[in-house]
């Protein structure tokens, strides 16, 4: 799938943190760096020393154009790639917030547009992307679907109306884990801990469930299960935060979600 990807050029707007990660798992996946074409304005070293085309225009027809620019900045930043709508080549986005309503009133409405949801554990190849398409970008899905499986895990919506879910709960979710294990290392200092040693428990903790559920068949259920001993000191924990963190959980995701949709209009 990757192979015309290799033969007709990729394109990059925008190559900030994510798509750092996103061209990092492309080259590790063996598309040659001569074949991707990035547009960056303050470009890192590393990006610099690659071996992509940086800041060279783009080609006459590429097999994608990848958009990774902030949504404030997508509106200066589209017109660079006008030309290439309306045509063959696929354009995929990750930025949250930008309809494809938006890029197709841009680009054209024969434009192949499909619209992902990505989040930043991408860095360390262990990502998960919610991804759709237009009725024009439905052939490209399984072209986006193995751009981002370079970086982690993919899931294909029902349509557009789900990508603010996915954006409150994957794309933004990584924020939340880490917050919990700010709360973790506080509350161990409260206990008595050095300030370095409950940080490096509630990492290590936290990263350490994380691969039990990941590696685990176990529904998420069923681990927590696995540590509760009836009256014992998670039990008594848990009586706690299954009260309040269910309801708090689902009113920050629905914030998330109401921003996202805000965003879009």
């Known amino acids: 799938m990757l192979e015309d990807v290799a033969r007709r ?19 590790e996946a063996g598309v040659p760096a001569a074949s991707v074409w990035v547009i960056e304005p303050h470009p890192t070293d590393w990006l610099t020393s690659c071996g992509v085309h940086l800041n060279e225009g783009v080609p006459p027809a590429p097999a994608v154009a990848l958009l990774a620019v902030k949504p404030q900045m997508m509106g200066a930043a589209l017109p660079a790639l006008q030309a290439l709508g309306n045509g063959k080549t696929l354009f995929v986005s990750i930025a949250a917030g930008t309809s494809i309503a ?9 434009t192949p547009i ?19 398409a237009n009725k024009a970008g439905q052939p490209g899905l399984a072209l986006a679907r193995a751009l981002m499986q370079a970086v982690g895990e993919v899931v294909e919506l029902d ?3 789900q990508i603010d879910a996915v954006t409150a709960v994957s794309g933004s979710g990584p924020a939340y884990v880490f ?31 994380g ?10 259920t069923q681990l927590r299960i696995n540590v509760t001993s009836p009256g014992g000191t998670t039990a008594a924990a848990l009586a706690h935060l299954m009260e309040d963190l269910p309801p708090l959980m689902a009113r920050a995701v629905h914030a998330a979600a109401e921003r996202g949709r805000e965003l879009g209009k």
């Open 9 to 27: 050029g990729l394109v990059l707007l925008g190559c900030g943190k994510m798509g750092t990660a996103l061209l990092t798992g492309w080259l």
């Open 114 to 132: 499909v619209r992902t949801m990505p989040n930043t554990p991408a860095m360390v190849g262990r990502g998960i992307t919610g991804i759709c």
């Open 102 to 110: 938006t890029f197709e009133a841009v680009l054209g409405a024969a």
């Open 159 to 161: 349509g557009e109306h």
């Open 179 to 209: 917050h919990l294990i700010e709360a973790m290392a506080a509350a161990g200092v409260a206990e008595g801990l050095s300030p370095e040693v409950a940080m490096k428990l509630a990492r290590a903790t936290v990263c350490g469930a």
């Open 211 to 220: 691969e039990l559920a990941h590696r685990s068949p176990d529904s998420a």
